[in-house]
Structure formats: C-alpha cells, structure tokens
C-alpha cells in the first residue's frame, strides 16, 4: 500500500492545481480522464461552476474550525476524483477549507483513471466510486481513514433510490445536486469533524 500510495503523490495535485487543470481543459474543450465526451465535458463546466461558487461560500463553524486546528500532526488527504464527477465539486471545496484551516493537513487531488491500483484498493461496494478521501500519516506512511463518496445522507438518498427504481438516472443526479445545494455542506463537514476525532483520538 505504501508503495501505491508513494507512486499516486507523485501525479499528485494541489487543490489550486486541480483548478486550474481544469480551465485549461475546459479551454481545449475536455474533461479529466481516460474518456472524453460532450456529456463529461459539459458536467465538467458545470462543476468547475460550483467549486467557484462553494470556494466563496463555504466557511467551516466554530467547531469543525476548532476540530480541524487541534491536529498536531502532519496528515497528507488524498482525494481521488475526476472532474466530471458532481459529487466531488460538492465535497472537494468543503475539504479544501479543513487543510486551510491547518496547515498540518496536506490536500492533494489524484485522478482515478491515473491511479487505478490506489482506486482498487478504495472500492465502494465493488465500484470505483468518487470522490474518495485517503488520509495518510507521514510519519508512518499509513493510511490512517478514509471517507467517501458520499455522506451517509446523500449516500442513503441514493440507495433508496435505486432500490426504488434500479439505477442512478438524470432525475437522482438532479435531486442530489438539490439536496447537496440545500445541506450546504453541512453533513460532509460534520463527517469531517468525526474523521478527525478519530485521528486526534
């Protein structure tokens, strides 16, 4: 694990860099990842609109602020993601704002079609679901939490969903981005502040 780990840092993005990737595939008319359609390409706007928008908007309470600054640690926060992906531009802006918050948290973006072998090892029931967050110990190399794709919230809107109607189609997509717009953060923020207590013990 550390070796796949050590190998997916080195194609490794800041948050910064991530965004700026972006709008300059958005210029040559491209998404992340290995496939590239109209349809990709489009949600890729889209998103690249709401992280702009939750960079602005977004600011943590007192206590996930608060949570966030008593890590003592160094931590690197791997999030695997692509940018056609909407529940990653929901959740990447909410996670950018705990590693501003601490400077012992290292974000870093890493695309999932360029690192299949850290995805494998990330699978959410069998699928290569994103965003996913690996936090990493740099002291000891270790992966020491995870979260993702989705809050348990979202996460179970989907689920319902499925069950209800056997498979994610433009009208759920449509709902989770309404819900996502509605919570405002709030659920993956709460979230945050357990994964963190469960780091700072």
């Not at 270790?142 to 319902?160: F, H, L, N, Q």
């Not at 433009?170 to 709030?186: F, H, P, R, S, V």
Request: charged share 30%.
């Amino acid at each position: 694990m550390k070796k796949i780990i050590e190998q997916s840092l080195k194609t490794a993005h800041s948050y910064t860099a991530y965004k700026e990737m972006i709008l300059q595939l958005l210029k040559e008319g491209k998404s992340t990842g290995i496939n590239q359609n109209d349809d990709l390409f489009h949600f890729t706007k889209l998103n690249n609109q709401r992280m702009k928008r939750l960079d602005k908007q977004t600011k943590l309470n007192e206590v996930a602020f608060t949570k966030a600054q008593k890590i003592n640690k160094d931590f690197t926060w791997m999030v695997l993601t692509e940018s056609w992906c909407g529940d990653a531009a929901q959740t990447l802006p909410v996670i950018n704002k705990f590693a501003e918050a601490n400077d012992k948290i290292d974000l870093k973006v890493v695309l999932r079609d360029e690192n299949e072998e850290l995805m494998n090892q990330f699978l959410t029931n069998g699928n290569k679901s994103i965003p996913k967050l690996i936090v990493v110990d740099n002291a000891s190399k270790e992966v020491v939490g995870s979260w993702g794709p989705r809050s348990a919230k979202a996460a179970k809107m989907v689920s319902d969903y499925k069950q209800e109607h056997g498979k994610i189609d433009a009208k759920l997509k449509t709902d989770l981005q309404n819900w996502y717009n509605e919570d405002k953060g709030i659920h993956i923020e709460k979230e945050m502040v357990d994964l963190i207590e469960d780091l700072i013990g």
